[in-house]
């Protein structure tokens, strides 16, 4: 699903103002899904579609930290390292 519409910066955009108007209340009945390694991996694969490769890493990073058992997010931590330029890393600016 989420490529079907393939509107990746729009899905980057989306995902971080998520991150930039919400928290995480810790309340027993509150979902916690949101805040583990999935919004992260979301964050990962739209950043790095859109063109964001170093903010992907930093996004793949952090999903993996959040599940250290998931091989597919260690994986593709190796992925966009093997994609990133130096270029890219040098003139990467927050």
């Known amino acids: 699903m989420f ?21 995480f209340h810790d309340f027993w009945f509150e979902e916690t899904y949101g805040w583990g390694s999935e919004y992260y991996d979301l964050l990962t694969m739209s950043a790095f579609y859109s063109g964001r490769k170093v903010d992907s890493l930093i996004y793949a990073l952090i999903a993996s ?28 600016e927050e």
């Open 65 to 92: 930290s959040k599940n250290n058992d998931d091989q597919r997010l260690k994986d593709n931590i190796q992925l966009i390292l093997n994609k990133l330029t130096d270029k890219e890393i040098t003139e990467y």
């Open 3 to 23: 490529d079907e519409y393939q509107d990746y910066n729009g899905a980057y955009n989306l995902l971080i103002d998520g991150l930039k108007y919400s928290f």
